[in-house]
């Protein structure tokens, strides 16, 4: 009674396995793939963007900055020139025209760091130009990645149909081969498949099918006993003696 249990666990390890290969097969087919690729690209584009809008963020706070300090600093030398101003028709001590020189010397720096500033914001506006340009490519590429994919899902989600008569007879399959197995031994095997994709590994000669090694006499023996369920002491398989 219980080793024809062994043979139903048996049998229903091979319809789980048609089972599980058909599944497959409908996952791995060529649109699939694809599909799966353009939902990568898209991913990938989408992280592209999220850097590039940042960066462009950096840049436009580091621009409005600079634009600031330009500011600052036009201010400045607007006061300086009104000082120069104000004193230039005056009849000027030596002591006094030295002040002037310095305030003429600020100003030249000033109009220098202006420049400099000035070029800095001319090279950050060809750098957001270039973002800008990579923003608009990749938004592409993702608007292209969304059309192939929905045209791919599309067509996958038909395959998927076109199997689901076999799919619906395939897992049939797996409930009627499912009647009849203990709870007990239904529950030892999915445990083992939680590890090992094929729970059940047959006796040949005295090794495991399925890890390929010398099973020891003693577990050998109980093999023999009638009823008795054994595992294989090294990959944790149900052992299956066949009939013939
Ligand atoms: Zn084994």
Known sequence: ???????????????????????????????RKKLVHQQQVYKNNQQKLKQLEQESMLLQNKMSGIASQIDTLQKQMQEKKDEINEVSGYDLEDMFLEDVREMIQECEEIKASV??????????MHRLEKSETEIKETLIKMSNAKKQFDILKEQHAKEVAAGKDDLD?????????????????????????????????????????GCKMQLPSGVLQSLKVEGSIVECENCGRILFVAED
């Open 1 to 31: 009674m219980l080793s024809n249990d062994l043979k139903a666990l048996w049998d229903y390890q091979a319809a789980e396995n048609e089972l599980e290969s058909y599944e497959r097969t409908l996952m791995n087919t060529e649109t």
């Open 115 to 124: 420049e400099v500033s000035k070029r800095k914001i001319v090279e950050i």
């Open 169 to 209: 007879r395939l897992r049939a399959n797996v409930v009627q081969a499912a009647k009849g197995i203990e709870p007990s031994l239904m529950e030892r095997y999915k445990a083992i498949k939680q590890h090992r994709a094929n729970p059940m590994a047959k006796l040949v000669g005295d090794r495991c099918e």
